[in-house]
């Protein structure tokens, strides 16, 4: 269960799909997400799966809310975006 980890890697599109159809996956309680890499996440075509795993995540926001972290060796306007 998702709720019980400290820490979970995952692709996107792995991610995605667990989130879809894995019963009793649940990432309400997730406080950080971190994306390395995220250019190349996005260059690759990765930005529907991106934007549908952010949907099913707690919001960022001051208090208990999420917090996302982006890692890229350069600012492209997608990441920024993003």
């Known amino acids: 269960r998702a709720g019980n980890l400290n820490i ?47 949907e099913n995540l707690p919001r960022g926001g001051t208090g208990d809310g999420r917090q996302t972290l982006l890692f890229s060796a350069t600012q492209t306007k997608s990441v920024s975006d993003l």
């Open 8 to 54: 979970l890697i995952a692709t996107p599109g792995r991610l995605l799909q667990h989130m879809d159809e894995t019963p009793y996956f649940d990432c309400g309680s997730m406080k950080i997400l971190v994306l390395d890499e995220a250019d190349r996440i996005l260059d690759m075509g990765f930005r529907a799966s991106l934007d549908a795993i952010l």
